[in-house]
């Protein structure tokens, strides 16, 4: 059962080419790192066709003298730029250079532009385009244009920059802008993450992130900029750790709106990034709180406000936040970040590596070292998270508020969302959402015990719930399907491990839906995610039950169901390593000798041997050293049942035949 590791406390770059194309930097997409706010007018040049032409007219608006055709120029770029299949040719280093260069222009408007603009291609290419961006020198460019912002410079409306033009303010604007290209550039390339330290850009970053100076939006900005370069980064943890202590103070705070909730949790990530954990409750409290509000009721009322004539903008008075403040489309989006970001975090602290919680030592407040002890010594041998982490989990009742994320929209509310000019925005976030939960749940389930998840009858609940989600609601998300089936398996690794009673409930009809869902699925994590699932089931009902019983009602039904399903995505696999997490869950769920006569009525024996050339035939062209790298982490499965599959079929074949031998 393995955890899944996302390392990144932040959600990926944003793909620009779903965005609303209107929205403020505040509200844009799936997190605030995408395309800057083009003007209407501009935004239709990005589905024209592209010629030799077009750029030439583009180059010659760069190469002007007057400063009013640079930043048209470069606001075509930036309308250009939102569409990734414009990438390729607006790579041209001539036309890049140029773009570079007005981030130190004396006009303020054209240095606004010129951010926009290549703040807009690096959201739309990917780390090849990224570093072609850093060869063309844009990160000096970006260190000139930091130059402009003295150490007491203050926007002229902190609290008003995600609502008002950017004409009004360009010299804050450019600062988001280019803060925004920051992050882009050195998430994708190491080159631009050694110059950031080099430049000493911290400091000009850390000067802007307070709040109550320069107000949510720039601060949240810096946030998550410096949240991306602080991972594994010694330079940043040496500049921060000593601003650690006040930093907890701030993530201590009670948020008045999810807007403060969400920057306070990115400080949170923050502290996690640089290996500073001196009081994890606090963090820990700070995950409960951002998870506490329910997203699918929030959404539900800001559709209804939005359909009453209240417009989108601004709720009604009954449809607040959970936070005391009206409900917002800023609001619920940072709410959704923030619950997102949360799930991520909880992922990361409850699969730390090797190392990660040596100065944890601390008891949490609220639970005496006692109780710590008591806790560590009771706990799961499977458990590797220190006694107050695990107690703070427990305390704040996490695991029940991350399945608390999984359930999706009404249709009719799905439906509504997609005539409101930022719905799509808001259903994407929330699929983003569910599979992080599903993600987190996971993980929990590999370091937590039984009890502590709830006990084998919430498990069973959860797992028949998840098979619902999964399967009988025809889900298309691959995403989702991925996560859904991998949380399945590790609930049923769970239930296998406590040798649960609860599973004996189920019928082979209750599995049909499932198995003929994932003989047509063409996702391979899903399949590769059934299959050990469904042979650990299988196991399960080995274990709890004697030699006699597999044969008889109520089990053998529903384990021929399960030998049938796993001999026919064996038979018409096309991955090989899938093909051997289904044969390798048929060897463990044979191995104990009382499944004999299960054998030889599932005619186990003669079945498998006829895949064995069918695998082996798969396997031959991985022989060769190049092509086994291929395998990556499934290389060592692969092997196994390699090694394993005659001799295992040969025993079997030896003990099915004293079967056959004693019935005649």
Not at 81 to 104: P, Q, R, V, Y
Not at 570 to 583: F, H, K
Request: glycine share 6%; with cysteine; net charge negative.
């Amino acid at each position: 059962m393995g955890k899944i590791r996302k390392r990144h406390l932040r959600t990926n770059r944003y793909n620009p080419i779903q965005s609303t194309e209107n929205s403020s930097d505040a509200s844009a997409g799936e997190n605030s790192h995408g395309p800057c706010q083009v003007q209407g007018e501009l935004l239709a040049l990005k589905n024209e066709p592209k010629s030799n032409a077009g750029l030439r007219n583009l180059k010659e608006k760069l190469g002007s003298t007057a400063s009013e055709e640079h930043a048209l120029g470069l606001n075509t770029l930036a309308a250009l730029a939102i569409d990734s299949n414009n990438c390729a040719d607006l790579m041209d280093e001539d036309l890049i250079t140029k773009a570079i260069a007005f981030l130190s222009d004396s006009n303020a408007l054209v240095r606004l532009a010129a951010a926009g603009a290549l703040r807009n291609l690096s959201a739309s290419s990917d780390d090849d385009m990224i570093n072609q961006l850093v060869q063309c020198d844009i990160m000096s460019g970006l260190v000139d244009l930091y130059a402009h912002y003295h150490e007491h410079w203050t926007p002229q409306q902190p609290d008003n920059l995600s609502l008002q033009s950017a004409e009004k303010d360009p010299h804050a604007h450019s600062f988001i802008h280019a803060t925004h290209l920051l992050l882009n550039l050195c998430e994708c390339s190491e080159e631009a993450l050694d110059m950031f330290n080099k430049a000493g850009l911290i400091e000009k970053l850390l000067n802007c992130m307070d709040p109550t100076v320069f107000g949510f939006h720039i601060a949240q900005v810096v946030a998550d900029c410096l949240l991306c370069v602080s991972e594994n980064n010694v330079n940043v943890s040496h500049v921060l750790l000593p601003m650690a202590d006040k930093i907890l103070i701030m993530i201590a705070r009670t948020p008045q709106s999810h807007t403060e909730g969400l920057f306070y949790l990115t400080l949170g990530g923050l502290l996690l990034n640089i290996g500073y954990c001196a009081n994890i409750q606090t963090i820990l409290k700070a995950i409960s709180m951002n998870l506490e509000t329910d997203h699918v009721c929030q959404t539900n009322q800001f559709v209804h406000s939005s359909q009453g004539g209240v417009g989108e903008n601004m709720a009604a008075g009954a449809a607040t936040n959970g936070l005391g403040s009206p409900l917002s489309l800023q609001e619920l989006e940072n709410m959704l970040a923030a619950q997102q970001l949360a799930l991520e975090m909880l992922s990361n602290i409850s699969s730390p590596e090797d190392g990660d919680w040596e100065e944890c030592d601390e008891s949490i407040d609220g639970f005496s070292d006692e109780e710590n002890m008591d806790l560590s010594e009771s706990q799961d041998a499977s458990t590797n998270l220190p006694p107050e982490v695990d107690e703070g989990i427990k305390h704040f009742n996490l695991v029940d508020k991350v399945l608390k994320k999984i359930p999706y929209l009404e249709d009719s509310t799905c439906t509504a969302l997609k005539n409101l000019r930022h719905g799509e925005t808001i259903l994407r976030r929330i699929s983003c959402l569910r599979t992080r939960s599903l993600q987190c749940f996971q993980n929990l389930l590999s370091v937590l015990d039984t009890e502590d998840l709830g006990g084998p009858a919430l498990l069973y609940t959860t797992w028949a719930n998840l098979g619902a989600l999964t399967f009988q609601q025809n889900c298309t998300d691959t995403t989702l399907l991925e996560a859904a089936t991998g949380a399945m398996r590790a609930v049923m690794g769970k239930l296998n491990q406590s040798k649960s009673t609860e599973l004996n409930r189920l019928s082979q009809n209750d599995l049909q839906i499932m198995f003929n869902a994932g003989l047509s699925c063409s996702v391979d994590s899903v399949r590769s995610n059934l299959a050990r699932m469904v042979g650990s089931l299988g196991c399960l009902i080995v274990n709890i039950n004697e030699a006699e019983a597999l044969v008889k009602e109520p089990a053998f039904p529903v384990l021929k169901a399960i030998v049938d399903f796993l001999l026919q995505l064996s038979s018409q696999e096309n991955q090989v390593w899938v093909m051997a997490e289904a044969l390798d869950a048929l060897i463990d769920m044979f191995s104990d000798d009382k499944t004999d006569h299960l054998a030889h009525n599932t005619h186990l024996v003669d079945r498998m041997k006829g895949l064995q050339p069918i695998f082996k035939e798969k396997f031959s062209p991985l022989q060769h050293q190049q092509k086994k790298k291929k395998l990556g982490d499934h290389r060592a499965l692969v092997m196994t049942v390699r090694d394993n599959l005659a001799s295992f079929t040969k025993y079997k074949e030896n003990r099915v035949a004293k079967v056959n031998k004693f019935k005649s």
